[in-house]
T-cell receptor, first 115, second 113 residues
Framework: EAGVVQSPRYKIIEKKQPVAFWCNPI?????LYWYLQNLGQGPELLIR????????DSQLPKDRFSAERLKGVDSTLKIQPAELGDSAVYLC?????????????FGPGTRLTVL | QKEVEQNSGPLSVPEGAIASLNCTYS??????FFWYRQYSGKSPELIMF????GDKEDGRFTAQLNKASQYVSLLIRDSQPSDSATYLC?????????????FGQGTELSVKP
């Protein structure tokens, strides 16, 4: 069974440029998460989807970040415009549902460098 | 106070020793507790989770939970160099946290041959 797929794996852009990350969750997983992980820190939730609905986006900086999961399968996270402080690893995860001990499976991440 | 706190380490133990990793959390409504392992440059992978007070064992790993003290730990017996990684404690928050998973900053473990 394929795991969570993310692309690109690495991205280098100049500040003020736009950037987009793509995630394809494990087949059959209704819940999809986008996390941000800074160096030396644990992942921090940006947004959680249940199917195509964003049910928790309280930590998403909506002035520059946007996300979509139009058909309830794959998802795109966009930053426009990027700032120097956005340099981090962006992780996508999926699970069968968001409750109890259900495991979240993480993708390999996209390492973003903003120059 | 951070919601989930871990000693950042690094924690260094000799091969074959017991490694003890600790985590405290602030939300008394938390119900589920997870330990993830993250190798350098890789994504987190689940080792085990616990939701009842006491110990839960899985091979060389034992998770311990004390809800009264808001404390969860991970013991790794017979530590191997391949266990060298960052260990992330994650807590599923209560109603006030929207039930989301909150991660600590991670403890870096180094097992010396």
């Amino acid at each position: 069974e394929a795991g969570v797929v993310q692309s690109p794996r690495y991205k280098i852009i100049e500040k003020k440029q736009p950037v987009a990350f793509w995630c394809n969750p494990i087949s059959g997983h209704n819940t999809l998460y986008w996390y941000l992980q800074n160096l030396g820190q644990g992942p921090e939730l940006l947004i959680r989807y249940e199917n195509e609905e964003a049910v928790d986006d309280s930590q998403l900086p909506k002035d520059r970040f946007s996300a979509e999961r139009l058909k309830g399968v794959d998802s795109t996270l966009k930053i426009q415009p990027a700032e120097l402080g956005d340099s981090a690893v962006y992780l996508c995860a999926s699970s069968t549902s968001d409750r109890g001990g259900n495991e979240q499976f993480f993708g390999p991440g996209t390492r973003l460098t903003v120059l | 106070q951070k919601e989930v706190e871990q000693n950042s380490g690094p924690l260094s133990v000799p091969e074959g020793a017991i490694a003890s990793l600790n985590c405290t959390y602030s939300d008394r409504g938390s119900q589920s507790f997870f330990w993830y392992r993250q190798y350098s440059g890789k994504s987190p992978e689940l080792i085990m989770f616990i939701y009842s007070n006491g110990d839960k064992e899985d091979g060389r790993f034992t998770a311990q939970l004390n809800k009264a003290s808001q404390y969860v730990s991970l013991l790794i017996r017979d530590s191997q160099p391949s266990d060298s990684a960052t260990y992330l404690c994650a807590v599923r928050g209560g109603v006030l946290q929207g039930g989301k998973l909150i991660f600590g900053q991670g403890t870096e473990l180094s097992v010396k041959p």
